[in-house]
């Protein structure tokens, strides 16, 4: 049964007209839908590692990743199991509730994701959340990473459709589209969002919040990126994103998905704390913890942990294998 209220359906004029509300009026908004539907002063904290970076194929404009590319990143080979592990152990002491792999691949041969799924299962056997990011699956690769205890599968859509040619020539919108099919058809929770400051207009904004918010499930995660300029991309040097203009970002995902976790990703960093603040209230409640998003930087633990001191905030509770609640509790630093 779909919850009240959550609709599939939108059109762009309706999402536009969000954008176009008077800023006040729109956090309000944004904010209602918010208290509604979450504690509003909880934020689900996740740490990413990157476990196979660098020597992608593809030719996305925003990635130093991308093996085309001249910025500095070395190619490496999929970390051991244990060595994942040192890192998640690490994520998990320091409060994360969700361990995020990434891995840079077009699209995975079996080989790798059966090594992956070894990761995944010693990774869940922690007591933490599981999401991999590996490129484009197959159904038979959902199903696998599944069993192995997957929880989320990240796979953005990054832009409105009509945007997206002019960001990557080495794939499809629709080859994203079929990944999240098959990841939902296994069963996996989906964690789909996109970038915003990559040139595109308010218009191709809205276009990017509409495509995810008709999706045939709201994704349960919606990281909202903002571009990380690398030297050596085809996007460094684009024009900066206002920052009130990403709060409205924010505070339109909230309301078209109001369910979803809505979270602070790339380019937080970038951010001062009163936007990082405005943007809790919009309706942001999950961010990455630790000091490197894949090959990004990120605010370390202890700035994280002193800002959430100053608004009231706490990182939401954790569920072990168990079912023990616990509370991850942060200090100021």
């Not at 960093?269 to 405005?278: K, N, R």
């Not at 990182?315 to 023990?324: A, H, L, N, Q």
Request: hydrophobic content about 40%; proline content about 5%; glycine content about 8%.
């Amino acid at each position: 049964m779909i919850p009240a209220n959550i609709r599939h359906d939108w059109k762009r004029a309706e999402v536009a007209a969000l954008f176009a509300l008077p800023f006040n009026d729109l956090l309000h908004r944004a904010h209602a839908v918010h208290r509604e539907r979450h504690d509003p002063n909880a934020v689900q904290v996740s740490t990413l590692l990157s476990i196979k970076t660098g020597g992608c194929p593809e030719d996305c404009a925003y990635c130093p990743q991308a093996q085309r590319y001249q910025t500095g990143v070395k190619a490496q080979k999929l970390m051991s199991v244990e060595a994942v592990l040192e890192r998640a152990r690490a994520a998990r002491d320091a409060g994360a509730s969700r361990f995020c792999m990434g891995a840079a691949w077009r699209s995975p041969k079996d080989r790798d994701v059966a090594k992956v799924a070894q990761i995944v299962t010693a990774v869940k056997a922690l007591g933490l959340e599981t999401c991999a990011t590996l490129g484009m699956l197959s159904g038979e690769q959902a199903d696998t990473l599944k069993h192995a205890g997957l929880d989320y599968y990240n796979h953005n859509l990054d832009s409105a459709p009509e945007f997206y040619g002019q960001i990557i020539h080495t794939r499809e919108y629709q080859d994203r589209l079929d990944t999240l099919g098959h990841v939902r058809d296994a069963g996996l929770k989906t964690c789909c969002g996109g970038i915003v400051g990559m040139g595109e207009s308010r218009e191709q904004r809205a276009g990017l919040l509409q495509a995810l918010a008709n999706l045939p499930e709201h994704p349960q995660s919606v990281p909202i990126n903002q571009l990380v300029q690398v030297e050596g991309t085809p996007l460094h040097g684009t024009a900066v994103l206002d920052p009130f203009e990403f709060v409205r970002t924010i505070a339109v995902a909230r309301i078209l998905m109001p369910e979803s976790m809505v979270r602070l990703s790339a380019g937080r960093q970038q951010m001062d704390e009163a936007v990082q603040a405005l943007c809790f209230h919009a309706g942001a409640n999950s961010i990455f913890y630790g000091e490197k998003l894949l090959t990004t930087g990120n605010p370390d633990v202890a700035a994280d942990r002193a800002l959430f001191a100053r608004l009231d905030l706490h990182p939401m509770e954790r569920v072990e294998r168990s079912g023990t609640v616990h509370a991850d509790i942060c200090e100021p630093a």
